[in-house]
């Protein structure tokens, strides 16, 4: 069955460094997303992403925040200066279609931790 | 705008008792309702969905949700627990207005099955 899948799954960077996270959607997906989960809590929407640009996205998501396309296949999500409050799991989706009944298919997540 | 609450942290049940998670949404128009799972360390996987037709939707694992339009609910069910259903529940809506196809998560329910 094809999945969603994210590198690394954890990451530990000291504060004021960039990450980026990567994921690669089912290949033929349309639109895609990230999500964050602050430990244990709410699952929050950061940004959705649909014919190569920007479709939407959350107060979250500020300028510190970037996501990008580069090949084709990987999904990028960079944090240029990371904060202590961007600890958080990160996760991907994708749906494949334009439509309102199709569910959203998710990584397994990127564990970050900011020091 | 839309939103999700899901009014219990958690909910313990004995295995072999029903069991309810609980789920109000608010949307504007049409909700797509969607019930996911998240198992300790792991991805969001998905249930089962609302979409239109039959309030009473099956999806994996021997859960079901009943779509209640007038109480804006949709409650996920089982009727017999797992001690392997224990996990942490997360119902989502997506508004037939948004063109971007993002879900808004409810805080998530967690839920305690004991032998």
């Known amino acids: 069955e094809p999945e969603v899948t994210q590198t690394p799954s954890h990451q530990v960077t000291q504060m004021g460094q960039e990450v980026i996270l990567r994921c690669v959607p089912i290949?033929?997906?349309?639109?895609f997303y990230w999500y964050r989960q602050i430990l244990g809590q709410k699952v929050e929407f950061l940004v959705s992403?649909?014919?190569?640009?920007?479709?939407?996205k959350s107060e979250i998501f500020d300028d510190q925040f970037s996501v990008e396309r580069p090949d084709g296949s990987n999904f990028t999500l960079k944090i240029r200066s990371t904060k202590l409050e961007d600890s958080a799991m990160y996760f991907c989706?994708?749906?494949?279609?334009?439509?309102?009944?199709?569910?959203?298919?998710f990584g397994q997540g990127t564990r970050l931790t900011v020091v | 705008a839309q939103s999700v609450a899901q009014p219990e942290d958690q909910v313990n049940v004995a295995e072999g008792n029903p069991l309810t998670v609980k789920c109000t949404y608010s949307?504007?128009?049409?909700?797509?309702l969607f019930w996911y799972v998240q198992y300790p360390n792991r991805g969001l996987q998905f249930l089962l969905k609302?979409?239109?037709?039959?309030?009473l939707v099956k999806g994996s694992y021997g859960f079901e949700a009943e779509f209640n339009k007038s109480q804006t609910s949709f409650h996920l069910k089982k009727p017999s627990a797992l001690v392997s259903d224990s996990a942490l529940y997360f119902c989502?809506?997506?508004?037939?207005?948004?063109?971007?196809?993002?879900?808004?998560f409810g805080s998530g329910t967690r839920l305690l099955v004991r032998p």
């Open positions: 949307v504007s128009g049409n909700p797509y």
């Open positions: 609302y979409i239109t037709g039959d309030n």
């Open positions: 989502a809506v997506r508004d037939w207005m948004d063109s971007s196809y993002k879900l808004i």
């Open positions: 992403f649909y014919n190569n640009e920007i479709s939407e």
């Open positions: 290949s033929n997906h349309l639109y």
């Open positions: 989706a994708s749906i494949w279609a334009q439509g309102l009944n199709t569910e959203a298919f």
